[in-house]
């Protein structure tokens, strides 16, 4: 074989070698882009307390008497003082929360409402 020869044989087998390691490196581009999708992170389908917190100060309640968690779901206990008119406003705006307890309090002096609310679950 002339020297030519020989130099178009390395050429060819270095090109080879180029188009072989591109091909290995897009195959295995695609399957780290499916394990990078693969490993997202899931749903969250349970609520913070300053998530929960958030979402109250949107309403006119007075004060938080107490927060629980039970299972991961946070239980908050309210007292919602005012006339009835208030009262009906701020039972409208709980419609957002799961209500699990509640006792109505009238006196002559003030009424009020102490609701037990948690979020609703996001499934």
Same mark, same amino acid.
């Given at each position: 074989?002339?020297?030519?020869?020989?130099?178009?044989?390395?050429?060819?087998?270095?090109? #080879? +070698?180029?188009?072989?390691?591109?091909?290995?490196?897009? @195959?295995?581009? %695609?399957?780290? !882009?499916?394990?990078?999708?693969?490993?997202?992170?899931?749903? @969250?389908? /349970? !609520?913070?307390?300053?998530? #929960?917190? %958030?979402?109250? /100060?949107?309403? $006119?309640?007075?004060? !938080?008497?107490?927060?629980?968690?039970?299972?991961?779901?946070?239980?908050?206990?309210?007292?919602?003082? %005012?006339?009835? $008119?208030? #009262?009906?406003?701020?039972?409208?705006? #709980? /419609?957002?929360?799961? +209500?699990?307890?509640?006792?109505? $309090?009238?006196?002559?002096?003030?009424?009020?409402?102490?609701? /037990?609310?948690?979020?609703?679950? $996001?499934?």
């Amino acid at each position: 074989m002339s020297k030519l020869h020989k130099d178009i044989m390395i050429i060819i087998m270095i090109a #080879l +070698v180029f188009v072989q390691i591109s091909c290995i490196n897009w @195959r295995d581009k %695609g399957k780290y !882009i499916q394990e990078n999708n693969s490993q997202k992170e899931p749903k @969250r389908n /349970k !609520i913070t307390l300053k998530e #929960l917190n %958030g979402e109250l /100060k949107q309403l $006119n309640f007075n004060n !938080i008497m107490s927060a629980n968690e039970v299972d991961g779901k946070w239980y908050v206990k309210l007292k919602i003082i %005012g006339d009835k $008119n208030e #009262l009906l406003e701020q039972i409208e705006k #709980l /419609k957002a929360f799961d +209500v699990n307890e509640y006792s109505i $309090n009238k006196n002559t002096e003030e009424s009020s409402i102490i609701v /037990k609310v948690s979020s609703k679950d $996001n499934i």
